[in-house]
């Protein structure tokens, strides 16, 4: 007697990647930078991208590791603080089975 089945695997990678929806680039210490939060199966994060809600970049980082406030968003456009308001976050990034994944959500810069 012979017996056959199929079995589909689903990785569920929920949880690798963390992103803040809001913080503060006031100079207080806390919450000063908004940077890539992930897990040790996140290679790099391949793109941080940040945009006004009428669509214009203020802010890009590419090939970059993750969990390095260095590489991460001061809440500044051309050298300048923003005021508070609502920003589009874009980012890809590259697991360490050679998947890439993007994200894409609101941030909020507080003052």
């Known amino acids: 007697c012979t017996a056959s089945d199929e ?5 569920d990678r929920r949880g690798n990647v963390f992103l803040p929806n809001v913080f ?3 100079g207080d210490g806390a919450n000063d930078v908004f940077f ?13 991208q940040v945009f006004s809600r009428w669509g214009e970049p203020v802010f890009e980082a590419f090939n970059f590791p993750p969990n390095d406030p260095q ?9 300048q603080p923003l005021n508070s308001a609502v920003f589009i976050v ?10 890439a994944e993007t ?5 909020i810069l507080m003052k």
């Open 7 to 11: 079995l589909n695997v689903f990785v």
């Open 24 to 26: 503060s680039p006031n």
């Open 36 to 48: 890539v939060n992930a897990s040790p199966r996140v290679l790099q994060v391949d793109a941080l």
């Open 71 to 79: 590489f991460g968003w001061d809440g500044t456009y051309r050298g």
């Open 90 to 99: 874009q980012v890809t990034v590259s697991y360490i089975d050679g998947a």
């Open 103 to 107: 994200f894409s959500q609101e941030v």
